[in-house]
T-cell receptor, first 112, second 116 residues
Framework: GQNIDQPTEMTATEGAIVQINCTYQ??????LFWYQQHAGEAPTFLSY????GLEEKGRFSSFLSRSKGYSYLLLKELQMKDSASYLCAVRDGNTGFQKLVFGTGTRLLVSP | DTAVSQTPKYLVTQMGNDKSIKCEQNLGHDTMYWYKQDSKKFLKIMFS???????INETVPNRFSPKSPDKAHLNLHINSLELGDSAVYFCASSQVSSGPAGYGYTFGSGTRLTVV
């Protein structure tokens, strides 16, 4: 089975940097995704890691350590519009098909 | 626009009723999914179809029955609705045979189901 943990809620100030951690335990790891979900909207894709290391994409970066079962999403130069939930999801390769298992999400509140 | 679209966006119904939610994707993906997001925002997979064949069927009451007439459509029918079925239901699609990048799912905008 899978177990994915994230902090429930975080707060930060506009312009700051915030790091959202995700730890996971899974029997068939085949990639880790981060999604952003604004209130009342669908999750949208942010980043994907399958190898160890850092993937950078503009203000957002994501890091993966497979040996530690650990990932983080780094958001720089925070903007008010970054207030949203951030979902960590692990792709389970055991089934032979894609199956994303989501964590409970981290609600980020950015204040002025 | 290329997208995953689901209807209706909102659904309010009484306990005991039967209702359906429809989903269509025009991304050419071969796999579609239904996820349920509860009040605590936890997204949990319910079903998945690959080229019209059921490949994932999580522990879901058999009052829920998915149907995929073709690989671009995946509908969800719910019988004898209960209060606990109230949630947001998301449809999603992906291309299983995608390359190493594997960019995960594209989600529909969700259907907020309220059972009263």
């Amino acid at each position: 089975g899978q177990n994915i943990d994230q902090p429930t809620e975080m707060t930060a100030t506009e312009g700051a940097i915030v790091q959202i951690n995700c730890t996971y335990q899974t029997s068939g790891f085949n990639g880790l995704f981060w999604y952003q979900q604004h209130a009342g909207e669908a999750p949208t894709f942010l980043s994907y890691n399958v190898l160890d290391g850092l993937e950078e994409k503009g203000r957002f970066s994501s890091f993966l350590s497979r040996s530690k079962g650990y990932s983080y999403l780094l958001l720089k130069e925070l903007q008010m519009k970054d207030s949203a939930s951030y979902l960590c999801a692990v792709r389970d390769g055991n089934t032979g098909f894609q199956k994303l298992v989501f964590g409970t999400g981290t609600r980020l509140l950015v204040s002025p | 626009d290329t997208a995953v679209s689901q209807t209706p966006k909102y659904l309010v119904t009484q306990m005991g009723n039967d209702k359906s939610i429809k989903c269509e994707q025009n991304l050419g993906h071969d796999t579609m999914y239904w996820y349920k997001q509860d009040s605590k925002k936890f997204l949990k997979i319910m079903f998945s179809y690959n080229n019209k064949e059921l490949i994932i069927n999580e522990t879901v009451p058999n009052r829920f029955s998915p149907k995929s007439p073709d690989k671009a459509h995946l509908n969800l029918h719910i019988n004898s609705l209960e209060l606990g079925d109230s949630a947001v239901y998301f449809c999603a699609s992906s291309q299983v045979s995608s390359g190493p990048a594997g960019y995960g799912y594209t989600f529909g905008s969700g259907t907020r189901l309220t059972v009263v």
